[in-house]
């Protein structure tokens, strides 16, 4: 499967926004889809998943304010940011797996990775 995330921009803090991932020769239902950032001089860290399921994890740091969606006609995934904090700035980054039925907060278990879109939030 190949992955195209988009959405991603400037915003002020307590802003929104919802980025997009895009799958292609593969149909998203069938992955566990998840999101990851990286933000200038850290390690790319767990942001949500969503499981084949529907079922949803957030990363401790997003919940209540991101909510990861799917779209199975459009076979696509979202991530949809509210109040956002300046802290949120970070490059975003869909990626997939095949291998897992729950949704995985571990990176290295995502086999598929989209090209990353970034996301900066002003104070």
């Known amino acids: 499967v190949q992955l195209q995330a988009s959405g991603g921009g400037l915003v002020q803090a307590g802003g929104s926004l919802r980025l997009s991932c895009a799958a292609s020769g593969g149909t998203v239902s069938t992955y566990v889809m998840g999101w990851f950032r990286q933000a200038p001089g850290k390690e790319r860290e767990f942001v949500a998943a969503i499981s084949r399921s529907g079922s949803t994890v957030y990363a401790d740091s997003v919940k209540g304010r991101f909510t990861i969606s799917r779209d199975a006609a459009k076979n696509t995934v979202y991530l949809q940011m509210n109040s956002l904090k300046p802290e949120d700035t970070a490059v975003y980054y869909c990626?997939?797996?095949?291998?897992?039925?729950?949704?995985?907060?571990?990176?290295?278990?995502?086999?598929?990775w989209g090209q990353g879109t970034q996301v900066t939030v002003s104070s």
């Open positions: 990626a997939a797996t095949k291998t897992r039925y729950y949704p995985s907060r571990n990176l290295y278990e995502y086999d598929y």
